[in-house]
């Protein structure tokens, strides 16, 4: 089951028919620990629709914060060791990837959030832009997993490669953060082998790709999610970012006027544009 936010109402999909819900209010519906067994009875008392324009959908998000996990997949960290090395900070992304607290920031507030098709930013003053597609996890205020979205965590390399001090300018600002195209619902974790993958296009052709699996994550969402919860409330529920195992070499940055595809199996497909924030 997809649930889909739309500027009115939400949208569920459901073995390929879609049922239109305009009187659904997409912040109370996913706070919801039995979000799985409303929205199936609601499915149950009603008919399929024509699917919804594109231009329709929302980022799947109301009033949750965004967080983020960094260094879980082996590649990731040996990226951010050589890129904070100069700074002296080589070191504490292998220190962290080995022990058993994570390493948990806070990513971005509902407005900084850009939805499927709209543009996510690069900083004017970063030499160096890469996205991150990562597996994000819708959880409750309880702390329930109960479902799943692509998440894009912008980031500015060369920002938190210069101190890593530096790391909320390089992971905060407006437009830094892509969510979508929907939340898989579903109360069983996503398989090991799926797949995430990464393709950007510059001018119509190929300018990257990459992919990874869940398989190649240090840490289960579980523990990450038990790890943000310590000591931290959190009223309307989050979303938490996983981490990403696909880099782009260091030659590579993103520029105005490029598309970010991310594609998570069993989710969908995750696009937008790039450009300079304001």
Known sequence: MKLY???????????GSCYHFPDMDFSAISTRADMAAV?????????????????????????????????????????????SQSAG???????????????????????????????VAIRADSSWNV????????????GKITGYTIGNDM?????????????????VYDACCGLGPCVYVTSKPLPAPTRIELSITRGGKPAFTGQTSLAEMKRTPEALVSYLFRHNSFPHGCILLTGTG?????????????????????????TNTVQTAN
């Not at 936010?5 to 073995?15: L, N, Q, S």
């Not at 008392?45 to 082996?74: C, F, H, K, M």
């Not at 980031?155 to 992971?171: C, D, F, T, W």
Request: proline share 11%; glycine share 8%.
């Open 5 to 15: 936010r739309k500027r009115t109402g939400c949208a569920v999909e459901v073995d």
């Open 39 to 83: 929205l199936a009875a609601r499915v149950g008392r009603s008919e399929p629709g024509d699917w919804p324009n594109p231009s329709e959908l929302l980022a799947p998000i109301a009033s949750q914060e965004v967080w983020a996990a960094g260094v879980t997949y082996y590649r990731s960290r040996t990226a951010r060791m050589e890129e």
């Open 89 to 119: 900070g080589g070191s504490f992304y292998d220190r962290v990837y080995s022990a058993d607290r994570p390493e948990l920031f806070f990513k971005a507030t509902p407005h900084r959030v850009s939805g499927p098709g709209q543009a």
């Open 131 to 142: 996205p991150e597609p990562e597996l994000a996890l819708l959880v409750t205020p309880t």
């Open 155 to 171: 980031s500015s390399r060369s920002i938190e490669g210069e101190n890593p001090l530096y790391l909320p300018q390089a992971k």
């Open 246 to 270: 696909i880099v782009p070499p260091d030659s590579f940055t993103l520029e105005p006027g490029d598309e970010i595809r991310i594609a998570i199996e069993g989710i969908g497909t995750l």
